[in-house]
């Protein structure tokens, strides 16, 4: 069977790959520590849960609208309001079977052979495959020490520029977007007349009281210019109930409705309560989650810093660190390959992120698990020694 140019190109997820490999070795009975997750490891709240099973009890298990329920729109539109302080109908949300879906939707529905969209390293791993699965290319913008600059965006902006992705705060590195980098980012767009996708599902899991904003909450220009991106998997613990949803100019998200309804249709119903229950409901789990993800945040940060070669600056949210291990000589493929075989440690490399200095470590688990798995990070370290200056 000959498969298409499109599908032989993309890469496999490096997350999910050795998230695999972890879970196989854990099957064979090794007491393997993985890292690598990209969920709370919470439960989803107990409303949540039985939200849920009061859809299913009234029988609200058939079809619903492709782009959702607009119960569901209406709390979205609102949290919107209140929160994020911008201006959606419900005509301009929709709601997908994840973020994911939701960023794959806009990527289907606006670029084209040709076109170029700008990412800042590091970025999420799937930004960069669904932008070539649409025929468009990436161009790969740096940060400084992490942080994202608007002047390095500047510099890769050409006439064949249709979008650029931002992410705050960040996944993998934690960092969030300054708001003095955050205006110079929406006049580049307007000036430019590019469109922005914000990518916005970590913006609640903050730490140190840093404040959260949205791009398209700051003038009417770049609202115009701005589709954002959600989804209720990491603030509420339900990344299996595939609920993600965006909001933005209403041509594009009726474009967007239209490709949905022929692809996927409607999001699972259940999920659709469960996610209603989620926004509008008690958001007390959330505010406990991020304290336990903040205590131990500094654990890890701490630990990294102690180790032979490693150097970690502090995440200002995320559930993850971003070390630089270049100290230890190895690139982050070799680095997670060999802590997973020698000390059952499974973690994410950054070579997929856009950064090969840095491994993705997720700190979404237990604070005996960090322990342990830290323990062993720093035994390989020292096993291999420090073969760069620090």
């Known amino acids: 069977m000959k498969l298409t140019k499109r599908v032989k190109e993309i890469k496999s997820s490096v997350t999910l790959s050795i998230s695999a490999k972890a879970n196989e070795m854990k099957k064979q009975g090794m007491d393997v520590i993985a890292f690598g997750v990209g969920e709370p490891d919470f439960d989803t709240p107990d409303n949540i849960k039985e939200a849920a099973k009061k859809a299913i009890d009234e029988g609200f298990t058939k079809y619903t609208p492709a782009s959702g329920i607009i119960e569901l729109k209406k709390a979205i539109a609102e949290k919107f309001l209140k929160e994020n302080n911008i201006i959606y109908e419900e005509s301009q949300i929709i709601i997908s079977n994840g973020a994911k879906q939701s960023l794959m939707n806009i990527c289907l529905t606006v670029l084209e052979e040709g076109d170029e969209v700008i990412l800042i390293k590091p970025f999420w791993l799937s930004y960069n495959e669904q932008i070539k699965m649409?025929?468009?290319?990436?161009?790969?913008?740096?940060?400084?020490?992490?942080k994202v600059k608007a002047k390095l965006i500047e510099t890769k902006i050409s006439d064949k520029t249709k979008m650029i992705i931002i992410n705050s705060p960040c996944n993998p590195s934690g960092k969030i977007i300054e708001l003095q980098e955050l205006e110079k980012i929406a006049d580049l767009c307007v000036k430019h007349n590019i469109l922005c996708v914000s990518d916005e599902p970590y913006e609640k899991i903050l730490f140190d009281k840093n404040k959260h904003v949205s791009i398209a909450s700051l003038n009417k220009n770049i609202y115009g210019r701005t589709i954002t991106v959600n989804a209720v998997s990491k603030t509420y613990s339900m990344t299996g109930w595939r609920i993600g949803y965006c909001a933005g100019?209403?041509?594009?998200?009726?474009?967007?409705?239209?490709?949905?309804?022929?692809?996927?249709?409607?999001?699972?119903?259940?999920?659709?309560?469960?996610?209603?229950?989620?926004?509008?409901?008690?958001?007390?789990?959330?505010?406990?989650?991020?304290?336990?993800?903040?205590?131990?945040?500094?654990?890890?940060?701490?630990?990294?810093?102690?180790?032979?070669?490693?150097?970690?600056?502090?995440?200002?949210?995320?559930?993850?660190?971003?070390?630089?291990?270049?100290?230890?000589?190895?690139?982050?493929?070799?680095?997670?390959?060999?802590?997973?075989?020698?000390?059952?440690?499974?973690?994410?490399?950054?070579?997929?992120?856009?950064?090969?200095?840095?491994?993705?470590i997720s700190f979404a688990t237990s604070m005996n698990n960090l322990k342990e798995g830290l323990a062993r990070i720093e035994r390989f370290c020292n096993k291999i020694g420090d073969t760069h200056e620090r």
Request: hydrophobic share 35%.
């Open 249 to 360: 100019p209403k041509e594009l998200i009726k474009a967007m409705n239209n490709l949905q309804s022929h692809s996927t249709s409607g999001p699972c119903s259940i999920a659709q309560k469960a996610a209603l229950e989620a926004i509008s409901g008690n958001q007390e789990s959330v505010e406990i989650m991020i304290r336990e993800f903040e205590k131990r945040r500094n654990y890890v940060v701490e630990r990294l810093n102690q180790m032979k070669g490693v150097i970690c600056s502090k995440p200002e949210g995320t559930f993850y660190t971003f070390p630089d291990i270049s100290g230890t000589g190895l690139s982050s493929i070799q680095f997670c390959e060999r802590i997973l075989e020698e000390e059952l440690v499974a973690a994410v490399p950054g070579e997929p992120f856009g950064d090969d200095a840095c491994i993705r």
């Open 134 to 146: 649409c025929g468009a290319t990436p161009v790969f913008a740096e940060s400084e020490n992490l």
